[in-house]
Structure formats: structure tokens, C-alpha cells
């Protein structure tokens, strides 16, 4: 059966529907996957992280009430599964393999290839608050007034937090062109 909107979706899954429910993580599984990993570093972290984000999502589908985005539900509770990640892990510098996700494709040539690994690398440099930023403002494409609710935080925060990782991050990048 063909479902036409993720509103059905979560009524038909929430109503014990398997198909339903799969179609909601089948389309909200690489968001949250790259985000974790993106933010964690390593892809088994990522996909430990990722399935407990949709286990969450399964036991407390029923609180969604639909006042923002299912989306935006949905990145609350990875960002929260993250969060209780790294306090597990007690670090802050996240040491990790390359994120296949920033890995340019075969056709790609290898100067791009470098220059992902470089970003990689000076992205993860950064305190999580900084990192939770960038992920959410160019990897997620949201807005700073919706990052800003997402974290809770005020507009001005969101945006000084950004520009602070967006200049530690071109040090790096400019210490690494001239070492």
C-alpha cells in the first residue's frame, strides 16, 4: 500500500503498521546515519548511535504531536543519542577513520579526495558545540532561527558559534597550505 504523506505514515505505524514503520526509517535512515557519523567520527559509533536513534523513535512515536517537523523530531533524539554517546566516551577531540560519507565518489579526483580529508580533519578539531553547528547549517541546510530552537539557544549564540568554528576551521585549513 502506497502512503501519501509522512502523516500517514507515523498513524499507520503508530497503529502497529510494520510496512509504515519502515518506510519512516528507510526515509530518515542516511540523514541520521551521516549526521552521526559526521559527528562521531567512526562508522560503527555512527551505526550504534543510529540504531539506537531509531529505537527511541519506535518506543516514543506516540509523544510526536506534530507541532514541528517529524524531521526536526527526529534530529532532537539523534542529536540527544549523540550527546549521551560522547559523555559515555568522555572526549572531546573526537580521534577517528575518515567518514566514508565525505569521501569523494570514483569519478572524483584525488585533489578533491584531499581536500574532504582536510575538512574532515579541521571539522573535527572542533568543541561539539561548534561541530553540532556546522553539521546542522551545511550538512542539515537549516536556518540559524531553526538551529537555534533545535539547541535551544538564542540566534546570536548559534550564529557567534558557527563563525567561531567557520574561522578555527580556516586556521587550520590555511596552517595545512602553508606547512
Known amino acids: 500500500m502506497f502512503f501519501n504523506s509522512e502523516k500517514q505514515l507515523i498513524k499507520r505505524a503508530l497503529q502497529g503498521n510494520q510496512g509504515a514503520w519502515a518506510s519512516l526509517c528507510k526515509q530518515h535512515h542516511s540523514r541520521v546515519y551521516n549526521q552521526c557519523l559526521r559527528l562521531v567520527g567512526e562508522p560503527q559509533d ?19 504531536n506534530g507541532n514541528s517537523q517529524f524531521s526536526t523530531w527526529v534530529f532532537k533524539i539523534t542529536h540527544a543519542r549523540i550527546v549521551d554517546h560522547m559523555r559515555k566516551r568522555k572526549f572531546e577531540s573526537i580521534e577517528g577513520k575518515e567518514p566514508e560519507v565525505l569521501q569523494a ?8 579526495q584531499q581536500s574532504n580529508q582536510e575538512i574532515y580533519d579541521a571539522l573535527k578539531q572542533l568543541p561539539f558545540e ?3 553547528v556546522v553539521e546542522l547549517k551545511f550538512f542539515q541546510h ?24 567557520l574561522s578555527k576551521m ?3 585549513l590555511e596552517v595545512r597550505d602553508h606547512g
Open 105 to 112: 565518489g570514483p569519478d572524483a579526483g584525488v585533489a578533491q
Open 142 to 165: 537549516y536556518t540559524f532561527e531553526e538551529i537555534a530552537m533545535q539547541l535551544e539557544l538564542s540566534t546570536n549564540t548559534v550564529k557567534a558559534r558557527l563563525y567561531n568554528a
Open 130 to 132: 561548534q561541530r553540532i
Open 170 to 172: 580556516k586556521g587550520q
Open 46 to 64: 555512527a551505526l550504534d548511535i543510529a540504531q539506537d536513534v531509531f529505537i527511541s523513535m519506535h518506543r516514543n512515536l506516540h509523544t510526536f
